[in-house]
């Protein structure tokens, strides 16, 4: 039983090519995040909704665009990738947004050529 | 948002306790205490949080100071297993909370 799924897991793609990672969760929670993981292991936080609702836009390029069809999903759209877009982007969830834990996806290792 | 310090690096024995030091003097009352960590190539797994009181789970303890600036993360039997980057992160209430992580403790367990 995969808590929070990701798709793909591995992406290897030319600059300049727009693709989509999709998050999937089956906790049941309400509120789902997107981060970035660089080669020097910062994770940072990209993006969160709420209810559909997005409530976390941290300064990323108008290049990312994430949707939210529905409470249980947040598909992360990228458009004219470049070479530092190359991370790992990790998909999370929780119940709320104070006391309870997120819960992480196993993350999508993008490679820009 | 509180800013979390880890060091960067510690070691420990198998079968000896770990404890991993957080210190996170600007936390403000209603921010918890989280720590995860991350085993490489995989995703963060959550290990426990807390608020004011210490708490213990399957997994670890953690001891929170009384004036909540630092906090320890206890693994009471290390195992090889837990060879990780343990991340101590807070959180607060509220949409606009912004989750940040640092750069969190490389642990390395050796036989």
């Known amino acids: 039983d995969t808590a929070v799924s990701q798709t793909p897991k591995y992406l290897v793609t030319q600059m300049g090519n727009d693709k989509s990672i999709k998050c999937e969760q089956n906790l049941g929670h309400d509120t789902m995040y997107w981060y970035k993981q660089d080669s020097k292991k910062f994770l940072k936080i990209m993006f969160s909704y709420n209810n559909k609702e997005l409530i976390i836009n941290e300064t990323v390029p108008n290049r990312f665009s994430p949707k939210s069809p529905d409470k249980a999903h947040l598909n992360l759209h990228i458009n004219s990738l470049e070479l530092g877009d190359s991370a790992v982007y990790f998909c999370?969830?929780?119940?709320?947004?104070?006391?309870?834990?997120?819960?992480f996806g196993d993350g999508t290792r993008l490679s820009i050529l | 948002d509180a800013k979390t310090t880890q060091p960067p690096s510690m070691d420990c024995a198998e079968g000896r306790a770990a404890n991993l030091p957080c210190n996170h003097s600007t936390i403000s009352g209603n921010e918890y205490v989280y720590w995860y960590r991350q085993i490489h190539s995989q995703g963060p797994q959550y290990i426990i949080h807390?608020?004011?009181n210490n708490e213990t789970n399957e997994m670890a303890s953690l001891i929170i100071t009384e004036d909540r600036k630092s906090s320890t993360l206890i693994l009471p039997h290390a195992t090889l297993r837990d060879t990780a980057v343990y991340y101590c992160t807070s959180r607060g209430s509220g949409g606009s909370y912004i989750p940040t992580f640092g750069r969190g403790t490389s642990l390395i367990v050796h036989p």
């Open positions: 807390g608020l004011k």
């Open positions: 999370a969830s929780s119940q709320g947004t104070a006391n309870q834990p997120q819960h």
